[in-house]
């Protein structure tokens, strides 16, 4: 860095050319500013191009950006369909597992029968 000068010891001439010298640096500072503002702007749009936005392919996209689907959503749930389970839950308004289904010692039986109740209630309704 430079040192600011004692001022009382210059003429009148000395500080002149000080503040001719010193302007001078302040437009070359503020020329070289509006530069490296522009190179900033340029590398920020840069950085913002992605396959999307540009012709840059899609391998050139950077791994830790997360591109969004341009899908509109269903408004469906995600998921498969329901199981049989879930499905005579529904129908019966009682839970009923897996293996209470697939016991041989007629369960099954006590667990449909009020879900066939209410199919045969809803077929004569519908009749």
Known sequence: MYELP??????????????????????TMAERQKELEARVKELEDRLLKDSRNSSKPPSSDPPF????????????????????????????GLPVSAAALQDGKGQAAKVLEPAVSRIAEAIKWLA
């Open 6 to 27: 004692d001022l009382s010891t210059l003429t009148s001439e000395q500080k002149d050319d000080l503040i001719r010298a010193l302007f001078s640096l302040v437009q």
């Open 65 to 92: 950006k997360k591109t969004r689907s341009l899908r509109k959503s269903s408004g469906r749930k995600a998921g498969g369909q329901k199981r049989a389970a879930d499905v005579l839950t529904d129908i019966c």
